[in-house]
């Protein structure tokens, strides 16, 4: 059976099985099934006369960009990301996050290919704020958020999105690497190892990458970029410990609600404090922290920050060899969810004795 024919038999199976609702499977496969069906090859692309140059650009360099993570990340040498679609808007689909008021658990939904997962996502952008109202009138805290791609696993031949572009092609090659990531690896229902271990392999990909382009300026600016990303992620972490603490106290849901509430007062200011000291006046993430702020935006965060620093540090002691990185990733995906967490957290040595072929 074709791969994309596989994964609708796969949406279909389960929505009937009754994980989550059928007009919510019917809406994600609508919205992928238009995506899919006006894919154009970029190898065309790039030989059509017609077609304008900063397009062409584009694909050259997302051409490149493929190629360098089949010869040098040893990412999956299929058909994804050797096709393009315009979407015709900033973001691809949108992503609904929720956690209790007094809680820093996410809400987990079920959904085919996936597993259980701490969001769900919507191609309409009406639908989700649809299902945010909803949530928010269950009272629990709702997160909604742009996503600019996102990864079928291999079931499909993911294409190049325009809101890949948005941003740049050191941002285009961290889109594509961490999504091929998914495809070498992927533990159904673990959302925080999937996406830290995507992040370390987008990480040290893009470090990679700039390097082989002799791009010393643009590597500068991405290590600057991920400095502050860690600082972020810092901030947020602190915080989230700072609630816990709070929810699992004494004292009634009033005075925890206004607890709450300082502990994020006291997250902007320590935001101020590092953008107008330390990141000498970078205002990059001052959306983010003007925008309300709750346990399920905080959760979010987590989901993309938690575990990377250890992925990275396995990385390296998989002595930077992609194999046996991927290899040891895989060893740690067959342990339950605590064991992984924990085998991961306290590793001093590569689970992988050598080089695993993978093509």
């Known amino acids: 059976m074709h791969a994309f024919?596989?994964?609708?038999?796969?949406?279909?199976?389960?929505?009937?099985?009754?994980?989550?609702?059928?007009?919510?499977?019917?809406?994600?496969?609508?919205?992928?099934?238009?995506?899919?069906?006006?894919?154009?090859?970029?190898?065309?692309?790039?030989?059509?006369?017609?077609?304008?140059?900063?397009?062409?650009?584009?694909?050259?360099?997302?051409?490149?960009?493929?190629?360098?993570?089949?010869?040098?990340l040893w990412l999956p040498d299929n058909k994804s990301y050797r096709s393009y679609v315009d979407v015709g808007r900033d973001v691809v689909t949108w992503a609904v996050f929720a956690a209790p008021e007094l809680s820093l658990r996410p809400q987990t939904w079920c959904v085919p290919v996936y597993g259980c997962v701490p969001y769900r996502g919507y191609f309409s952008k009406e639908k989700a704020a649809e299902f945010a109202r909803d949530l928010q009138g269950r009272g629990l805290?709702?997160?909604?958020?742009?996503?600019?791609?996102?990864?079928?696993?291999?079931?499909?031949?993911?294409?190049?999105?325009?809101?890949?572009?948005?941003?740049?092609?050191?941002?285009?090659?961290?889109?594509?690497?961490?999504?091929?990531?998914?495809?070498?690896?992927?533990?159904?229902?673990?959302?925080?190892?999937?996406?830290?271990?995507?992040?370390?392999?987008?990480?040290?990909g893009v470090r990679k990458w700039l390097r082989a382009a002799g791009d010393t300026a643009g590597l500068r600016r991405y290590e600057a970029d991920r400095k502050r990303r860690a600082d972020f992620i810092a901030l947020v972490l602190r915080t989230r410990e700072e609630l816990a603490q709070i929810y699992a106290g004494t004292g009634g849901a009033e005075k925890k609600r206004a607890e709450k509430a300082q502990a994020i007062q006291t997250l902007r200011a320590r935001y101020r404090h590092l953008r107008d000291g330390r990141w000498r006046g970078y205002r990059g993430y001052d959306g983010w922290f003007n925008a309300p702020i709750n346990n399920a935006k905080l959760a979010a965060v987590s989901v993309y920050g938690d575990q990377v620093a250890a992925f990275l540090r396995l990385f390296e002691l998989c002595s930077e060899d992609y194999p046996r990185f991927y290899a040891s990733v895989r060893q740690?995906?067959?342990?339950?969810?605590?064991?992984?967490?924990?085998?991961?957290?306290?590793?001093?040595?590569?689970?992988?004795?050598?080089?695993?072929?993978l093509r």
């Open 141 to 204: 805290d709702v997160y909604v958020g742009g996503v600019t791609a996102y990864s079928t696993l291999g079931w499909s031949s993911d294409p190049l999105l325009s809101t890949m572009f948005a941003q740049g092609k050191t941002d285009l090659a961290a889109v594509v690497f961490h999504e091929l990531a998914h495809q070498r690896v992927y533990i159904a229902g673990d959302t925080e190892f999937n996406e830290a271990f995507a992040v370390a392999v987008e990480t040290t």
């Open 332 to 357: 740690l995906g067959k342990l339950d969810p605590t064991a992984r967490a924990d085998a991961l957290k306290a590793a001093d040595s590569c689970f992988a004795p050598g080089s695993t072929a």
């Open 5 to 72: 024919s596989r994964l609708v038999a796969a949406i279909l199976i389960l929505g009937l099985a009754g994980c989550t609702s059928i007009p919510y499977y019917a809406q994600s496969l609508g919205g992928h099934v238009k995506i899919m069906t006006t894919r154009q090859n970029v190898e065309k692309l790039i030989e059509d006369p017609s077609t304008p140059d900063v397009l062409r650009t584009r694909m050259e360099e997302a051409r490149s960009i493929r190629q360098f993570a089949v010869d040098e």
